[in-house]
């Protein structure tokens, strides 16, 4: 195996419940609007179609619990509370079926964007990178076996900033259901191992400045929260 001309850093791992070893986050792949009333108060409407998706990488995601730095380049930091699937197994292609079988499990993840970049490159037609794929702009708690959690139903979503609820939904609100997210995407990537898809945000999202902390959660995961801290 060749040298390298410099060390990259770790892969990040999350814990999974019930195991020692943890998940190794390889690609990270984002559904939007996938809720109808958070579509509403953005000021465009969903596409009942098919799915759409960008991605952020896993080298931008950290840990729930992390305390971070307000982002450069924005005034206007958003939150945004959402379900997130493990892949377990290859998949390419998949039946409904298939698709179920290769999930490992489900967590909570924050969607952290700036907003004012995102809306700004969306009106010009650009590509959301700036806005979504932010150092620490992914933060991920850790996993719960799918079998161990069961089916998805209408399970509450919240999200509270300093104690405020902000976010809160089942997600029965989902348009597209996992299986059929992961049905549509797989026809597009080979999706593997490691790799993970966080399926959208309901309504409530806005602002987080410095100093100000989020706590969210999903009836019967394990929940997520993050700190900001003021620009260095």
Not at 30 to 52: L, S
Request: net charge negative; aromatic share 8%.
């Amino acid at each position: 195996m060749p040298k390298t001309l410099f060390p990259l850093p770790d892969p990040l791992t999350i814990p999974v419940r019930g195991e020692t070893d943890e998940f190794p986050v390889g690609r990270i792949f984002c559904v939007g609007r996938n809720y109808a009333a958070h579509a509403a108060e953005m000021g465009v409407e969903v596409d009942r179609e098919k799915p759409f998706y960008f991605t952020k990488s896993s080298a931008n995601a950290v840990a729930t619990g992390a305390s971070v730095p307000y982002p450069p380049g924005t005034e206007n930091f958003h939150y945004e509370m959402e379900l997130a699937l493990a892949i377990g197994a290859p998949v390419f292609r998949a039946s409904p079926d298939e698709a179920k079988a290769a999930i490992y499990g489900y967590g909570c993840a924050l969607d952290m964007t700036r907003r004012d970049l995102q809306i700004s490159e969306r009106k010009k037609q650009r590509p959301w990178s700036l806005g979504k794929d932010l150092e620490n702009g992914t933060v991920l708690a850790p996993l719960t076996k799918a079998a161990d959690w069961g089916p998805i139903a209408d399970q509450r979503i919240w999200l509270t900033l300093d104690d405020e609820t902000k976010q809160d939904a089942t997600l029965a609100e989902l348009i597209w259901s996992v299986e059929e997210i992961i049905s549509h995407l797989s026809g597009f990537y080979h999706l593997r191992p490691g790799d993970l898809i966080l399926t959208g945000t309901p309504a409530g999202v806005g602002p987080a400045l410095a100093g100000q902390q989020m706590v969210g959660g999903i009836d019967g995961l394990d929940p997520v929260s993050l700190s900001l801290t003021v620009l260095q």
